[in-house]
């Protein structure tokens, strides 16, 4: 299984960037997927996630009404658009992937599969 994300960069506050992550060895469609993020010196922490389906989302406090999840079953992968950027959300961003999540559960940490990360930075 590898997941690659990519599409981070420098970008001024109040900007929007868009993460890509591609899976391959899984299908999306049947699992969780989720993005993760970890700032110098803080732990990691979930940013969004969405189940299997589709059906259910989940976004941290801090993203919320700024940043979507998405799954494209088709090409196999899972985005993050971020809009309305904070230089408080400059962090290392991971894409993550299980199987069998329910709605209460995909914001658990304890993913099985992690993507190398892609470096966003958010100037002010």
């Known amino acids: 299984v590898q997941l690659q994300a990519s599409g981070g960069g420098l970008v001024q506050a109040g900007g929007s960037l868009r993460l890509s992550c591609a899976a391959s060895?899984?299908?999306?469609?049947?699992?969780?997927m989720a993005w993760f993020r970890q700032a110098p010196g803080k732990e990691r922490e979930i940013v969004a996630a969405?189940?299997?389906?589709?059906?259910?989302?989940y976004y941290a406090d801090s993203v919320k009404g700024r940043f979507t999840i998405s799954k494209h079953n088709t090409k196999n992968a899972v985005y993050l658009q971020m809009n309305s950027l904070k230089p408080e959300d400059t962090a290392v961003y991971y894409c993550?992937?299980?199987?069998?999540?329910?709605?209460?559960?995909?914001?658990?940490?304890?993913?099985?599969?992690w993507g190398q990360g892609t470096e966003v930075t958010v100037s002010s």
């Open positions: 993550a992937a299980d199987y069998g999540r329910i709605a209460s559960t995909v914001k658990d940490p304890d993913y099985d599969y």
């Open positions: 060895g899984l299908s999306v469609a049947r699992y969780a």
């Open positions: 969405v189940t299997w389906s589709g059906g259910s989302t």
